[in-house]
């Protein structure tokens, strides 16, 4: 199985905030990745895939690049509403396994 | 519009057979490329993925949980049913079903998930 590690696990962060998300592949996965938000009692929602291709209805202050085994997630701006889980999942590969999470608390 | 509902048990026992429905609206597994995934999430924990099925009926499992799942679609009813044996206290989880396309390759449309709570 792929294993996917995101760093830092958790971060705090102010409104306003440049916050940028890490998840490192354990072996090569071109640009199969993708990220989630998740907020609390609710499902996740895709906000990139295949490593930097915005969702449609997703702020243009999520961005998304990398490709091979490091990928990152950037909010150029932080929002109140940002303050969630993030998660990255691989889809090069069987099992399509998500990283660990990172939870963006408020500073 | 697209939507995915997840129903079936809130609690099961140990040992026991648990079987999920995920009813689809807006879009079919007849539809070429496109597919239906189930994803998990114990309390507190992280999400995992357990299986996919696709408009063609291809099938995958994650290989921990293999020999328990079974994955079908009733295309009539627009459906597609998950079912995992020898239910354990630590298969509690919330189960999530979700749409992907080949194009997208990503989960871009989630159901609202099911507790599962299994437990004596």
């Known amino acids: 199985d792929i294993q996917l590690t995101q760093s830092p696990s958790f971060l705090s962060a102010s409104v306003g905030d440049r916050v940028t998300i890490t998840c490192r592949a354990s072996?090569?996965?071109?640009?199969?990745l993708a990220w989630y938000q998740q907020k609390p009692g609710k499902a996740p929602n895709l906000l990139i895939y295949?490593?930097?291709t915005l969702q449609s209805g997703v702020p243009s202050r999520f961005s998304g690049t990398g490709s091979g085994t490091e990928f990152t997630l950037t909010i150029s701006s932080l929002q109140p509403e940002d303050f969630a889980t993030y998660y990255c999942q691989q889809f090069d590969s069987y099992p399509r396994t998500f990283g660990q999470g990172t939870k963006v608390e408020i500073k | 519009q697209i939507t995915l509902k997840e129903s079936g048990p809130t609690l099961v026992k140990p040992t026991q057979t648990l079987t999920l429905t995920c009813t689809l609206s807006?879009?079919?597994?007849?539809?070429?490329?496109?597919?239906v995934g189930w994803i998990r999430q114990p309390p507190g924990q992280a999400l995992e993925w357990v299986a996919l099925?696709?408009?063609?009926?291809?099938?995958r499992y994650n290989p921990s949980l293999n020999s328990r799942l079974t994955i079908t679609k009733d295309t009539s009813k627009n459906q597609v049913v998950l079912t995992m044996t020898n239910m354990d206290p630590v298969d509690t989880a919330t189960y999530y079903c979700?749409?992907?396309?080949?194009?997208?390759?990503?989960?871009?449309?989630w159901g609202q998930g099911t507790m599962v709570t299994v437990s004596s």
């Open positions: 979700a749409h992907t396309t080949v194009t997208t390759t990503a989960f871009d449309i």
């Open positions: 807006g879009f079919s597994l007849i539809t070429s490329g496109v597919a």
């Open positions: 295949v490593a930097s």
């Open positions: 099925i696709y408009w063609d009926n291809d099938k």
């Open positions: 072996q090569g996965i071109s640009s199969y």
